[in-house]
């Protein structure tokens, strides 16, 4: 444990070094992941995979994040990131507005959930109303828009009829609840399986869990070569928890294995989410 902690320190030291010197670069290619996580989280779950692929493809890799994710988004609009991951619903504006294309996805589906302090009392979403929630971007759909929805369901506008914080990453949500800054808040549930968040997670309380949802996708600038995306979807299929190699990779992703992912799944789902934000704003109407 020892030893892990000071390589993390170490691999955390490099990771600050390479936001500081964020310049282009003909000898690396520069992954850059969405700031759900704190940088420590953000170093701890993608650098070994980053280091993998670097090994495996004979290219440095640089792990690159943001300070938010309206400036991640920027720099993502602005193609400064060869290799993305981020969830749906950025990925499509990454493509929209930088034609960002997608290799690969993670599974088994998340869930997403509405967290409390067990000591408040609070068991339902009903008892929600009037009270403050951490979540982690407006825009975010596994931190805030299925919240919004399942609150939607009960009668509760997460607008007008809950106070919300927006925290920027999920660790800082859990954080705020523990502290008591917050009654609840808006976290993918597999964010409370860090090492950090397991040793205080019997004072939570889960009071709502979302239907499955894909995993992020990893996506690349359309302009790289072709063969070297080929290159990437191959090495990000070819991970499994049946190779040593790879299954402390998952481990660290939250995930069991990668799945082909093309961008015709992806209208797919852009379609299926509109339909379903099409539907509850009839349903609300009536």
Known sequence: MKHKTELLTILLFFFMASIAIAGQSHDELKFGVIPVKSTKGVVESYFPLAAWLSKELGINIRVVTASGIDQFMERVYSRQYDMIV??????????????????????????????????TGIDSLEQLRGKSMAAIHSQGRGGYTLQKMALADVGINME???????????????????????????VRLDSMLTPDIEKVRHKLKIIYTSPANPQHPFAVRADMDPALQEKIRTLLLSMSMKKPATASLLADLKLKGMEKITQHDMEQLRSARKKEKEARKKAMRK
């Open 160 to 186: 007008t009829d809950i106070d919300v914080h927006f925290r920027g990453n999920f660790g800082s949500v859990i954080y705020s609840v523990l502290s008591g800054s917050d009654d609840a808040g808006a």
């Open 86 to 119: 981020l969830g749906s619903g950025y990925y499509f504006k990454a493509l929209d507005k930088a034609d960002y294309q997608v290799l690969a996805r993670g599974y088994p589906p998340f869930h997403s959930g509405i967290i409390v302090l067990k000591e």
